[in-house]
């Protein structure tokens, strides 16, 4: 079993940064990729960007440039995000994938509470 919980989020003014964390307990040594999703009102739940136990980071193509998925220990991700757009307004989940030969872009296994994200224009 793998708990997270996702902290960070706020309303941002158009054009301003955010910095999401997600703390990882339990299993985390199970943990082979962690990753951020993202579900606006009235849409699907999309992948934003992960990163690999062995740190290689992933984005989809409409986060490239704007947002930077790190980890500074194997308990603690975080999503920096730049030149935030209205369009950003989300609810933004951390996930966890522990099951081996998957894909970053693969099913994930556990998922936290979500932080609300807001940006103003």
């Known amino acids: 079993q793998v708990q997270l919980v996702e902290s960070g989020g706020g309303l941002v003014e158009a054009g301003g940064s955010r910095r999401l964390s997600c703390t990882a307990s339990?299993?985390?040594?199970?943990?082979?990729?962690l990753a951020w999703y993202r579900q606006a009102p009235g849409k699907q739940r999309e992948l934003v960007a992960a990163?690999?136990?062995?740190?290689?980071a992933y984005y989809v193509d409409s986060a490239k440039g704007r947002f930077a998925i790190s980890r500074n220990n194997p308990r603690n991700t975080y999503l920096q995000m730049f030149s935030l757009k209205p369009e950003d307004t989300a609810v933004y989940y951390c996930?966890?994938?522990?099951?081996?030969?998957?894909?970053?872009?693969?099913?994930?296994?556990?998922w936290g509470q979500g932080t609300q994200v807001t940006v103003s224009s």
């Open positions: 996930a966890a994938q522990l099951s081996p030969n998957r894909r970053w872009d693969d099913e994930y296994e556990y």
């Open positions: 339990g299993l985390i040594s199970s943990i082979r990729a």
């Open positions: 990163i690999t136990r062995d740190g290689s």
